[in-house]
């Protein structure tokens, strides 16, 4: 079992910048690709940014690609996301995922998944 604490959400005005957090414990970290997704209202939740086990491959969906950084270190348990050039459609809760692989950084089927923190962005 592993356990996912995010933090780092709030508001922020358009343009500005938020850095998200997740800590990880309960199993080797090394172990897990890791994902953030995230669910604005009344939509289903979507694949934001991933990143392999060693962090040296990540990935990101089109819509975040060149405002959003991705990146772990394994000696913290931790995962981050750089969110910078925010936009109000950025606004959703915010979700990091842990799968078990060690073969490049999953867009899906992740195990394990943190409560949510809430990025708000002002237009």
């Known amino acids: 079992q592993v356990q996912l604490v995010e933090s780092g959400g709030g508001l922020v005005q358009a343009g500005g910048s938020l850095r998200l957090s997740c800590a990880a414990s309960?199993?080797?970290?090394?172990?897990?690709?890791m994902g953030w997704f995230r669910q604005a209202s009344g939509k289903e939740r979507e694949f934001v940014a991933g990143i392999n086990w060693s962090g040296s491959r990540t990935y990101y969906a089109d819509s975040v690609r060149g405002r959003f950084t991705i990146s772990r270190d394994n000696a913290k348990n931790t995962v981050y996301l750089q969110m910078n050039s925010l936009k109000f459609e950025d606004t959703a809760v915010y979700y990091c995922?842990?799968?078990?692989?060690?073969?490049?950084?999953?867009?899906?089927?992740?195990?394990?998944w943190g409560q949510g923190t809430q990025v708000t962005v002002s237009s």
């Open positions: 995922a842990a799968r078990e692989t060690a073969f490049g950084v999953p867009r899906g089927n992740y195990d394990y």
């Open positions: 309960g199993r080797t970290f090394s172990n897990y690709a």
